[in-house]
């Protein structure tokens, strides 16, 4: 019970965060003319209160020409934000399963190839994602025009949805990034004395990394992944830029307000904040009782 | 520990950054602050190609729709550019590193609070960030600008400086608490040593390896934003627009600097790919480069990282060690069942 008092604490702490924050932009909006508006600031900070209350009647302003018009949280928003999370998740899964994969692969290697293997993705690591998502692009619009089979459409129209292209981008980086943390964290367990008195009982390589290895190690990547996630958020929205994705990120940059804004930041940080909980909460639930993390 | 200056990778590092850095400013001196223009090629007495130039031996990197050469808007602008990523960097640390200790030493009993306070900022995307900070100093008003360049650029630099110093603070506040309960620090305290001496003589310098390499990522980090920022037209010493109605030119950079280069090319890759392509691997150089400079540096300070080698220990023969895991196996079976028997019981 205590735990959980200390989980809404931390919530609650977090939430008035988002929500002071969400007012920056205001106050630094005079800025040019030498001033911060601090009582403006104030009052941003009352109506997004406000205007939250009730829920359903949230509406933002969004330019259409030269009218403002308001646009609903439900449906119109929810339906910016749900693409963006579909594209933010199935990036993050399909880039775990992938590096976990690679990292089983290059464990089984002996050590000099595995050194190598390191190093390319310590380069590959350091390309930045504009590149990525570039040289991605220029690939699809070769093929398509030395073959005419085109792969995927490399920019979304009007409101089409693409999926395939933009997550494949999405997870290129945080893949290397968590491959990089898996093999750092599995050769760390390699190196601890069950696994050699795994060796010394005659098990196999693959069952001790499977049976041992993998249990232990994953803790620990799971709390570190937090940090791929908050990369991938400034990748996602770099994304939702280059291939025109009708997204939350690509609507709030083009109507920019306290309101859209808080939304944004809050429609990211609930879902994450609540998987991470669960999962802290589930791993420490049976690491306490002794048991391994899976 | 082993000098920095013996570690191949360290050195490659240095060496592309120095390059560019000192290519870029020989480059003024002896070409001048203006791009070769080539507005078409001929062949025979017949123009065979127009702006924008492919590359070719005279424009290696090809040349952009007004016919200036690629490369050296590239050499004339990585000074701008590499320079304020480092000042960025330098004055982010300059004001975190301070304020992370006091958080870890002073303020130790808030620092969970804190922690909370701060860490919803990492859902903030930074560059979405910048943007909405910068967007009213960078883009240029309808009756021009009232501020000159330099005073554009130090403001930006300010102010991407001081987004991402709590979260930066936070970091060396975490780590410096980790090192605040270790045992000598305890020794310290225990023989009256004050706090401010605690920091001075003991967390800076056993930190003083990973702030260099704190500094380094967001040397790294400041880069990508300003790229990110390039595509959204926000350049680095503001966006010159033309507010022509008829026929305005597209926004554009005031200096050459890659950010711009790259942003306002974004969307010809499909009719010219080297027009984006051709920045955007020269701050995946660059990159790569201070990437290389951090491998290098820890691998001097750390000593190379070495799994120790495993020797063959055993005298007797395989079989014999394959005969006593078999018995091993079976006992451990044995015992299995024992407990089982003993369980049913």
């Known amino acids: 019970m205590k735990g959980f008092a200390k989980w809404l604490i931390q919530l609650a702490v977090a939430l008035v965060s988002i929500w002071l924050i969400s007012g920056v932009p205001l106050l630094i909006s005079g800025f040019q003319e030498g001033k911060f508006l601090w009582a403006d600031y104030i009052d941003t900070l009352k109506n997004l209160i406000d205007s939250l209350f009730p829920i359903q009647d949230f509406a933002v302003e969004y330019y259409m020409g030269w009218h403002t018009k308001q646009l609903p949280l439900f449906p119109n928003l929810a339906e910016y934000i749900q693409y963006s999370l579909i594209l933010l998740f199935s990036a993050l899964a399909a880039a775990i399963i992938f590096a976990l994969l690679g990292t089983f692969f290059t464990m089984l290697l002996k050590e000099r190839a595995r050194q190598r293997v390191k190093m390319v993705f310590f380069f590959l690591e350091s390309l930045p994602d504009i590149l990525i998502i570039l040289l991605a692009q220029l690939i699809v619009v070769l093929i398509y025009k030395k073959t005419g089979v085109l792969l995927s459409s490399i920019a979304a129209i009007g409101d089409d949805r693409i999926y395939v292209l933009p997550v494949l981008c999405l997870m290129i980086l945080p893949m290397i990034q968590l491959y990089r943390l898996c093999m750092l964290t599995f050769e760390a367990e390699e190196r601890q004395m069950y696994v050699e008195l795994a060796k010394s009982l005659g098990f196999s390589k693959v069952f001790i990394l499977f049976a041992h290895i993998f249990r232990n190690a994953i803790i620990s990547v799971f709390f570190q992944s937090k940090k791929t996630m908050w990369f991938m958020l400034s990748n996602l929205f770099i994304l939702e830029l280059m291939f025109n994705i009708p997204g939350i990120m690509l609507f709030m940059s083009q109507n920019m307000s306290g309101e859209l804004f808080m939304i944004t930041v809050l429609s990211f940080f609930l879902p994450v904040f609540l998987l991470y909980s669960l999962g802290e909460w589930a791993f420490m639930r049976r690491l306490k009782r002794g048991g391994a993390a899976l | ?345």
Not at chain 2, 63 to 80: S, W
Not at chain 2, 90 to 117: D, E, Q
Not at chain 2, 179 to 207: C, K, V
């Open chain 2, 1 to 345: 520990m082993k000098s920095v200056w013996r570690q191949p990778l360290f050195l490659i590092g240095f060496g592309i950054i120095t390059f560019f850095l000192l290519g870029s400013f020989v480059f003024e001196w002896i070409f001048g602050n203006e791009p070769k223009q080539t507005l078409y090629l001929e062949e025979n007495g017949r123009v065979v190609e127009g702006t924008p130039i492919s590359p070719k031996w005279i424009h290696p990197l090809g040349t952009d729709q007004f016919g200036y050469d690629m490369l050296a808007k590239i050499m004339l602008g990585a000074k701008y550019t590499i320079l304020a990523a480092m000042a960025v960097a330098a004055l982010r640390m300059l004001i975190a590193v301070p304020l992370g200790f006091a958080l870890g030493t002073y303020l130790k009993r808030h620092r969970s609070w804190v922690n909370g306070l701060i860490d919803p900022i990492h859902y903030v995307p930074m560059t979405i960030f910048a943007v909405m900070l910068l967007t009213p100093v960078l883009w240029m008003p309808p009756d021009g600008f009232s501020t000159g360049i330099v005073e554009r650029i130090v403001i930006q630099v300010i102010i991407m400086a001081l987004i991402t110093i709590p979260i930066v603070a936070a970091l060396i506040g975490n780590e410096a608490n980790l090192l605040y309960r270790s045992e000598y620090i305890l020794a310290a305290r225990t023989l009256g040593a004050s706090r401010r001496r605690i920091i001075i003589r003991h967390l800076f310098p056993q930190m003083r390896e990973k702030l260099f390499v704190l500094y380094g990522q967001q040397v790294v980090e400041t880069l990508i934003v300003l790229a990110h920022l390039g595509l959204l037209e926000l350049f680095l010493g503001g966006t010159d627009v033309d507010y022509d109605p008829m026929m305005a030119d597209p926004p554009r950079s005031i200096a050459f600097e890659w950010a711009g280069l790259f942003g306002n090319s974004f969307r010809y890759l499909q009719a010219a790919p080297w027009l984006p392509l051709g920045p955007a691997i020269c701050f995946a150089l660059v990159i790569l480069a201070i990437a290389a400079m951090i491998e290098g540096y820890t691998r001097a300070t750390n000593g190379q990282v070495k799994l120790p080698k495993r020797k063959k220990l055993a005298f007797v023969s395989d079989d014999t060690i394959e005969w006593n895991q078999k018995q091993l196996k079976e006992k451990m079976v044995l015992l299995q069942s024992k407990e089982k028997q003993k369980v049913k019981s």
